[in-house]
């Protein structure tokens, strides 16, 4: 069973900064099928990222995904207000077949 | 892109049963993958169950901890996809989302309903 580790649980920053979000896999993965979702309160996920580094339709070019084997990451380069939500990684394969990490709440400082 | 619109949530008693529907408009349901996918109350995201398009088999498949209790329906492709849930326990409270995967083989989750809320109370 892949298991999909976030990290930090919680992310303080200040509007204007950098955040980078790390999803850690418990067994090498293939990064085809690795995606970052972001959620607002009250809200579906939204996909952001598929395929550890393209960009869905509509997402800003300051979401950036990138990794590969068990590590990877997905950076905001400029925060805007719209930005602090939760962020989830999900995988593709082996059983479960749909894993998701338990989520990092991007919050203003 | 799927627009996807659930129903059929609500308050039932454990060992209950309760049957959602999805119903997706616009282009490509026939062909997309067709995922649940569930959120306990201040809780991750959890797969539920996918169902692939009828090109590709039909075949269903489902999470361990619903598997002999959930059905996941899809009548020759056709809108709405269907959630047949039976036996409920406590812990399959929470969002229930009607998603929809990527076309590219990337097995993402592209198109997602606003889901529809299932509380399990005894």
């Known amino acids: 069973e892949i298991v999909l580790t976030q990290s930090p649980g919680t992310l303080s920053l200040s509007p204007g900064e950098r955040a980078s979000l790390s999803c850690r896999a418990s067994q090498r993965v293939n990064g085809n099928y690795l995606a970052w979702y972001q959620q607002r309160p009250g809200q579906a996920p939204r996909l952001l990222i598929y395929?550890?580094?393209s960009r869905a339709t509509g997402i800003p070019d300051r979401f950036s995904g990138s990794g590969s084997g068990t590590d990877f990451t997905l950076t905001i380069s400029r925060l805007e207000p719209e930005d602090f939500a939760v962020y989830s990684c999900?995988?593709?394969?082996?059983?479960?077949?749909?894993?998701f990490g338990q989520g990092t709440k991007l919050e203003i400082k | 892109e799927m627009q996807l619109v659930e129903s059929g949530g609500g308050l039932v008693k454990t060992g209950g049963s309760l049957r959602l529907s999805c119903v997706a408009s616009?282009?490509?349901?026939?062909?997309?993958?067709m995922i649940w996918v569930r959120q306990a109350p201040g809780k991750g995201l959890e797969w539920v169950g996918r169902v692939k398009n009828k090109d590709d088999g039909g075949t269903i498949d489902y999470a361990a901890p619903v598997k002999g209790r959930f059905t996941i329906s899809r009548d020759d492709s056709k809108t709405p996809l269907y959630l047949q849930m039976n036996s409920l326990k406590a812990e399959d409270t929470g969002m229930y989302y009607c998603?929809?995967?990527?076309?590219?083989?990337?097995?993402?989750?592209?198109?997602w309903g606003q889901g529809t809320l299932v509380t399990v109370s005894s």
């Open positions: 999900q995988h593709y394969g082996g059983s479960p077949l749909y894993t």
């Open positions: 395929g550890a580094s």
């Open positions: 616009g282009s490509g349901f026939g062909n997309a993958w």
């Open positions: 998603t929809a995967e990527r076309s590219d083989g990337s097995h993402s989750i592209d198109d």
